[in-house]
């Protein structure tokens, strides 16, 4: 195999999600590059894909980065990581970047793929296309995301109640992400605009802890969790 | 296995965005539809999964449906077609719906769901999700949908000029789908928005005639197709 970066979303969860190619290519990798959010909890990335390692002929790395709103302050992190994995690639390796959903929509590569053009514009990356968990919420929730000339808007939660406010009067579906931190405003602000019984709450799709709350008023703190949106389909 | 109907999500064209579980539920079905736009034409979704299916053990079904704008009129197709499904699940067995891309976004399976859930709401309908041709689409351009605290909107193109500029204007990525019949109205939108020079056309990702132009004033009337969009991106 030509030494590239391949990044491979692993879908939401269910290791079954996975890709043909994608399982294709982890197999066929000389590196496996996870990232983690914390290194002594075990890492969702890496219990996708684990029956898929070869310890003794792959060599398996852990990048640690907190999962944090605020990525800025990481960025010397995911230099590091670059660097690292560029290196790999100039000594004549492939190297697969495991990231959960689909590595071109909020997902963690993001960062490492724009170090890696900004530092090493020269080393190839293939991305790998994979399941969203914004699909498989939908299909739990069983509210389509859009069909014939619906128009969907995909958006954090934390944006200021005006900005919601115009997006969720104007789109036929709305999927709010990282809702964990201001559900309560969110959950008031669709009650006003009359939204609140159109509105589903879903929970790590396809990890531990799935759930699906089809009645706002029924979900409580402990429920909250930053793998979670809440879809809006009119 | 249960009787029921397993809506898959085949990804974009590629056999290989296929996930393993949409694969194996395939491979077990006993009776495989695939909706077709035209008999003459071989169907796209059909030579996605046509290495899984068994014609010895399987039951193969196609549904001919045209793909037009305006599905209203075929309702009575769309009703009759899930009355047979529904009569296979009836009959014990487990029935496998092919689909392009993802069940729940832009698909086929969303007008055979509505049927079915109006005329047969007893019959379980499972879900697999599949990749999007939007997520490939977006690898493929090498364009983000979205990163951190971005916006990202999914659109026909076919909506009037106001409600397509004001989208255009705050968000931060915007798909436009359908666009081949709107493609000179939707250039000089993006032109007189300043946004043209931000946009990629990415048409059939996936199939024979993929391609994708960072140029849109390279694009010619025969560069057009039904399976194709442009990414606007910040």
């Known amino acids: 195999m030509q030494p590239r970066v391949i990044a491979v979303g692993v879908g939401p969860g269910d290791p079954e999600l996975l890709t043909l190619k994608g399982a294709r290519l982890i197999r066929e990798a000389d590196v496996v590059v996870t990232p983690v959010s914390d290194p002594k909890k075990s890492s969702i990335a890496q219990s996708i894909v684990k029956q898929l390692l070869d310890p003794v002929r792959q060599q398996l790395v852990t990048h640690v980065f907190p999962m944090k709103k605020d990525q800025s302050g990481l960025e010397e992190d995911w230099a590091a990581s670059a660097r690292e994995v560029a290196e790999y690639?100039?000594?004549?390796k492939t190297v697969a970047f495991i990231t959960i959903g689909d590595p071109f929509l909020y997902s963690t590569f993001l960062y490492m793929y724009h170090q890696l053009q900004k530092l090493h514009p020269e080393i190839p990356v293939e991305i790998v296309s994979g399941v969203s968990s914004i699909n498989t919420a939908a299909a739990l929730a069983g509210l389509p995301l859009g069909l014939s000339d619906e128009r969907l808007a995909i958006l954090p939660a934390t944006?200021?109640?005006g900005d919601l406010a115009r997006?969720?009067?104007?789109?036929?579906?709305i999927v709010l992400m990282k809702v964990h931190r201001v559900f309560g405003r969110i959950r008031l602000l669709l009650e006003k605009l009359g939204l609140k019984d159109k509105a589903v709450y879903v929970r790590r799709v396809g990890l531990p802890g799935e759930a699906v709350f089809h009645d706002l008023d029924l979900v409580t703190e402990d429920d909250l969790n930053y793998l979670s949106m809440i879809i809006v389909k009119k």
Do not use: R, S
Not at 89 to 92: E, I, M, N, R
């Open 159 to 161: 944006y200021e109640e």
């Open 89 to 92: 690639v100039l000594q004549g």
């Open 167 to 173: 997006t969720l009067e104007e789109f036929d579906t």
